[in-house]
C-alpha cells in the first residue's frame, strides 16, 4: 500500500498508486446513482467506469445484492427462476471494440456468482434481508490485473426487470497511478 514513513497516513505522491473503489454508474464517472435496481427488460443498459485522467489497475469486482425475501442458488437475489439475459461484464479499451470477460458468463442467478467468485457471503439481517455479497478476484482469474487507460471502460451490462431487488450494486477495486 501506498503509506507514507510512518505507515500511517497515504502519500498520494507515491509512485505505487492510491487505493480505489469506484462504483459503476450510467454517467462513468464514479458519481451518481450506485444502486442499479431498475427494469433495463427492454433494451440492453450499461454501467462503467471510464478514467478521465491517469491509470488503474483493477484488482478485484465487488457485487452486492440486497432482497427482501430467501434467495436460493436458481434465483438472482430473490428473483425466481433467475434471470432471462443475465449480468454481462465487458472491457472496451479506447478506439476498440468491446470483450466480454470472465468466460462469457452471463450471470443469471445467484449459483453463477458462487462458482466464478472468489469470496462470496450470504447476510441475513432483522426483518428478513438478505444481500449476496461476491467478489471476483481478478487476479487470481486472470493472473493480472485489469489495466484501465484514459477512454478504456469496465462495463457491467444489464437487461432484466431488476426491480424486485432492495439494493443491486457494482463496484471495483484497484489502483491509480497518476
Known sequence: M????DSTHLNPTDPRGLPVNIFLT???DGLGTKNLNG???SAPTDFYFEPS?????VYSLLIAISDAASFSQGD????AGGLTNGVKFFIKNFGQAEVQIMAGVNFKSNYNFLSIAHDTTLSSFAGGAQTLASEIDLI???GTPLVLNKGDRFIVRLN???TGLISHIFAFGGERFN
Open 39 to 41: 427494469n433495463y427488460s
Open 53 to 57: 485522467r491517469g491509470r488503474y489497475e
Open 76 to 79: 438472482y437475489g430473490a428473483i
Open 140 to 142: 487470481k482469474t486472470f
Open 160 to 162: 432484466d426487470d431488476l
Open 26 to 28: 450510467s454517467s462513468g
Open 2 to 5: 501506498p503509506w507514507d514513513n
